[in-house]
């Protein structure tokens, strides 16, 4: 008798199982219908959630920002570095140089001063060599031994160099503008 019984629930619950399952779906769907019907309600929740989030929602977009600024300061900061770098070696190379200039400019002016008068104004009178730097050159030398090359040079040329030296001993005069 039990498998007579069992064989009945069998075929009894196949049909019940199948009108719980139709009767579900339609429960979700007058449900959603209800929900469509009242816009109002759809319009709180949805307030509710941005309310929800905005303050989250601000605090990732400030930690984002940070962020972001962090990452530009160690770039600003990388970038201040090479150029102290930068400076601090063109600082090295511009001292060097200027002592090599110094250096070349004291034995210049030794070459000249050595050098007889009428042979050192046959080269500085040259014009290969300009007017600015016979004045410079000149301006270093002692005042008599000046004197006798500029006595030896063309009568033209001394007078040019004569007045690039007068203009450079004058406080008055502009550095900016070439007395040549």
């Known amino acids: 008798m039990t498998s007579k019984a069992f064989a009945l629930c069998r075929k009894l619950a196949m ?87 110094k250096k070349v400019d004291d034995n210049l002016v030794d070459v000249y001063k050595n050098m007889k008068p009428d042979a050192a104004a046959t080269n500085l009178g040259s014009d290969k060599v300009r007017v600015n730097i016979v004045a410079a050159i000149l301006m270093k030398l002692p005042a008599r031994q000046a004197s006798l090359i500029l006595s030896e040079m063309d009568a033209e040329r001394a007078g040019m160099v004569t007045n690039i030296m007068s203009s450079a001993s004058n406080p008055n005069t502009s550095k900016t503008k070439d007395p040549t």
């Open 15 to 101: 049909p019940a199982s199948i009108a719980m399952l139709l009767a579900i779906p339609g429960a979700f769907a007058e449900d959603a219908g209800t929900r469509a019907a009242d816009p109002t309600a759809s319009q709180d929740e949805i307030r509710q959630f941005c309310t929800n989030i905005a303050d989250p929602a601000r605090d990732q977009r400030y930690l984002l920002q940070k962020q972001e600024l962090e990452r530009l300061q160690a770039d600003v900061n990388a970038r201040i570095a090479e150029m102290d770098k930068r400076k601090a070696e063109y600082e090295d190379w511009l001292k060097r140089r200027d002592d090599f200039l």
